[in-house]
């Protein structure tokens, strides 16, 4: 059984950083893809950024140019440096891992993490 478990949310003042991680508990390098959807309150969840195991990242359009993910392999975790907050990426973070087998499709998801950017 895959588990994600997140890390590293919190309070941020506008403007400031902050860092999230995914530890995985399987070799990442095994995932289709990995990545960070964000859900906040009132609204559906959506993809922040994604990492595709053939390389490349995706990103929403709301954190181009501010949010960087990453993946360390040695450490089977996912990171998601967020840069420049604003009081609109107040969320839960959820980490996601797709493994896409032929026509099958198994998605995980971590328990969520709350980030909140308020001065």
């Known amino acids: 059984q895959v588990q994600l478990v997140e890390s590293g949310g919190g309070l941020v003042q506008p403007g400031g950083s902050l860092r999230v991680s995914c530890a995985a508990s399987g070799s990442i390098g095994s995932f289709d893809t990995m990545g960070w959807y964000r859900q906040a309150p009132g609204k559906q969840r959506e993809l922040v950024a994604a990492?595709?195991?053939?390389?490349?990242?995706i990103y929403a359009d709301s954190v181009k140019g501010r949010f960087t993910i990453s993946r360390d392999g040695a450490k089977n975790t996912v990171y998601l440096q967020m840069n420049s907050l604003k009081s609109e990426d107040t969320a839960v973070y959820y980490c996601?891992?797709?493994?896409?087998?032929?026509?099958?499709?198994?998605?995980?998801w971590g328990q969520g993490t709350q980030v909140t950017v308020s001065s």
């Open positions: 996601h891992a797709g493994f896409y087998p032929g026509q099958e499709t198994y998605d995980y």
């Open positions: 990492a595709p195991r053939g390389g490349g990242t």
